[in-house]
């Protein structure tokens, strides 16, 4: 999430219209950005046909028209958003009552709902028919959770109760008309043939009360969900509020090892920072890395490398004109080919050669 925030707010100029644009000193650049902007078209488009043309002329040549027009509409779209958000947290819990399992977490319904699929999505459709045979003793208890949320259903919690209070059976809970159990399977012979038909059973008073009470939760739920759940592209201005580029998320999180190691091998001072490597950056030097250098070596090699020639030219670059006695030097040398050598090794670009016992296999080659 923080790399969410950084990402949205330090490369999109347009997040600068979140804030209050009457407070920033907003450059033209900023303004010609929303003008561009698909939304804007569809808005201008949408006033030229009703024929608001002044209005159109005011937003594409006044700036301070503009910022107040974008002001307005960010809070707009901001609250239908937060509306959204709600509709989800509302449906979430409306699953949490039923009793299959098969429930989306809060996440798919997020997902879908700023995809704009939720409103005709089959989770919301089962979810609905399932909450119409819910029994009155499971109701009661969503009911309560949603008057928490949505202070409208404060009514239907008192009526439900007063219904409930009333019953003369209280160790059985009440049913609706569309529970399973008031439907009963006739069987009919016609002509030979067994016909099934679903019959509905005679609904006590209290049942049909009960009923009344599902219906008008039921209606009332899908009228908030068909006003709250709109489709966030189909918002003026949704560009600004809605960030779901996927490129640089994908570029920090998803692995690349083998990149990785190949660019920190080819320029070794990108990692460790270091005036030696920075110097020699475009060569190759005893002030490096062993296993970069000897890197290097692989790299102009071919499918076979000798062993021997490969040691020479290591052992060339990394001989130092110093006082150090020749015997040590080279031990030294030698010491820092073999661990370089493995290093490469273990990384899996080179292996021994069956066809020659001095030849090593090259197996990877850069960037392939």
């Not at 409208?152 to 003369?168: H, I, K, M, P, Y």
């Not at 679903?198 to 939760?217: C, G, M």
């Not at 080819?266 to 490096?288: F, K, M, R």
Request: charged share 25%.
């Amino acid at each position: 999430m923080k790399y969410l925030y950084m990402t949205y707010y330090f490369s999109d100029p347009l997040s600068l219209f979140t804030e209050d644009v009457r407070e920033l000193k907003l450059q033209a650049q900023h303004f010609e950005a929303v003008r561009s902007l698909p939304s804007f078209k569809d808005h201008a488009a949408k006033l030229l046909d009703e024929g608001h043309y002044d209005t159109v002329e005011q937003l594409l040549e006044n700036d301070e028209v503009l910022g107040d027009t974008v002001a307005s509409y960010v809070r707009k779209s901001r609250s239908a958003i937060a509306g959204i958000c709600n509709a989800v947290k509302t449906l979430w819990v409306l699953q949490s009552f039923l009793s299959n399992k098969t429930t989306a977490t809060f996440s798919e319904l997020y997902i879908k709902a700023i995809s704009g699929k939720l409103s005709d999505s089959t989770t919301l459709r089962e979810t609905l028919l399932s909450t119409k045979k819910m029994p009155s003793n499971v109701m009661l208890l969503m009911i309560q959770a949603l008057s928490n949320i949505h202070p409208t259903f404060s009514d239907l919690l008192r009526n439900l109760r007063e219904l409930v209070g009333s019953q003369v059976d209280k160790a059985a809970p009440l049913r609706s008309e569309y529970d399973v159990r008031h439907n009963t399977l006739r069987t009919t012979v016609v002509a030979q043939k067994v016909e099934l038909s679903k019959q509905a059973s005679a609904l006590s008073k209290q049942d049909k009360e009960y009923s009344e009470i599902v219906n008008r939760v039921d209606g009332a739920l899908r009228e908030y969900f068909n006003n709250s759940l709109v489709n966030p592209k189909d918002l003026f201005l949704h560009e600004i509020l809605i960030y779901d580029a996927k490129t640089p998320h994908r570029d920090a999180f998803t692995p690349k090892p083998r990149f990785a190691v190949e660019r920190a091998l080819s320029s070794p001072h990108d990692y460790l920072a270091c005036d030696c490597c920075e110097s020699v950056e475009n060569g190759l030097s005893s002030s490096q890395p062993a296993t970069a250098v000897l890197y290097q070596l692989y790299l102009e090699s071919g499918s076979l490398i000798n062993t021997a020639d490969l040691w020479s030219a290591f052992q060339t670059i990394m001989t130092t004109d110093d006082a150090e006695d020749e015997d040590e030097k080279q031990a030294r040398v030698l010491a820092l080919f073999s661990s370089a050598l493995a290093e490469l090794m273990y990384l899996g670009m080179i292996k021994s050669s069956r066809k020659k016992a001095d030849h090593l296999t090259k197996l990877l080659w850069k960037g392939l």
